[in-house]
């Protein structure tokens, strides 16, 4: 669901809903995510908190370091899928 302006919603990671929300702020525009609905029975708070909370934090890193400066910061050469909580210690996933 999208208002057209400055808001996005979207489900992740099964029942999870995810809010972006962007805003002016002195010529600068904010982005602010919220991810909501996250159980919490132990796999849940670590799989979907902790997990979630790093890969949205890198890859709005990686948005912005793209935008402002051309590069990815994610690694790209190197399949790292095989590694056991790879996804909660590097984020090329």
């Known amino acids: 669901m999208a208002n057209g302006t400055d808001q996005i919603e979207f489900s992740f990671a099964g029942h999870c809903k995810v809010t972006i929300t962007l805003q002016e702020e002195k010529n600068n525009v904010l982005v602010m995510l919220k991810q909501s609905n996250i159980p919490t029975d132990e796999k ?8 979630c909370s790093n890969g949205w934090t890198f890859w709005l890193a990686n948005l912005k370091a793209f935008l402002e400066h051309g590069i990815l910061l994610n690694e790209t050469t190197m399949d790292l899928k095989k590694i056991p909580l790879s996804s909660f210690q590097f984020v090329n996933m």
């Open 44 to 51: 849940n708070k670590m799989n979907i908190y902790v997990g």
